[in-house]
């Protein structure tokens, strides 16, 4: 992914995932992708309940099972979860069949670690299986099989925080640049983004609680 909003030919590619939310409604859609890892997770969790925000994970299967307490947590404190497979594939380095199973590898052990008792209410937002493929690519074959089962979610601002060119105010920048009604924003719970992150997510969640934006989730 080289650009902050992706083409009208990428959408197009994909027609039936959600690449962005209701334009006429003032929200915004946080988005964390790769995680859980304690490098990073237990401050995006610190800074988002500092401003009262919640967000959708879309979470590693290998991370589920290195990390559960984690991945418990972000459940506990009211967040939702999607599928981003169980290794971090990219699609088209694999075989349709490879790539499905591992995506429902993934699934196990997200619903394996699920909490018994209810989590605290969500924001209003749309539910149902959510899956997000790593580098934002699926071969055809792949989309058409996992359209029946999820619900797949795509991006309308991604922001570019796992990139070596980037630098935190870059981050930010992108956000305040390019955020708007029902934008779906994506960040990642990595190593490659958390030092720009500890500076440019609070700058960013301060920003658009100040241009009235709802935090909303999946």
């Known amino acids: 992914m080289i650009i902050e909003q992706p083409a009208k030919w990428l959408r197009w590619l994909y027609p039936h995932a959600t690449w962005r939310m209701d334009p006429s409604e003032r929200a915004v859609y946080l988005t964390f992708d790769d995680g859980p890892i304690p490098e990073s997770t237990p401050f995006l969790l610190e800074t988002l309940r500092r401003y009262g925000a919640r967000a959708t994970f879309f979470v590693v299967g290998d991370n589920v099972r290195k990390h559960p307490d984690l991945y418990q947590q972000l459940l506990a404190e009211g967040h939702s979860v999607g ?3 169980y290794h971090h594939l990219g699609s088209f380095k694999h075989w349709t069949a490879t790539y499905i199973i591992d995506t429902f590898k ?4 997200i619903e394996k670690l699920a909490p018994t008792q209810p989590t605290p209410p969500l924001p209003r937002g749309e ?7 790593p580098h934002g690519w699926l071969r055809h074959s792949v989309y058409y099989w996992l359209s029946k ?9 991604v922001t570019r925080d796992y990139s070596k060119w980037l ?8 956000v305040r640049r390019y955020a708007r009604n029902g934008s779906i924003i994506t960040f990642h719970d990595s190593l490659k983004s958390i030092d720009k992150l ?16 709802e935090f909303r989730t999946f």
């Open 198 to 213: 500890r500076t440019a997510l609070p700058r960013s969640l301060e920003w658009l609680k100040e241009q009235g934006y």
């Open 83 to 85: 599928n981003h497979t």
């Open 106 to 109: 993934c699934q196990q052990a």
């Open 167 to 174: 630098t935190a105010d870059d981050v930010f920048e992108n």
């Open 127 to 133: 539910g149902g299986l959510l899956f997000r493929p």
């Open 149 to 157: 089962e999820f619900r797949i979610v795509m991006w309308d601002l």
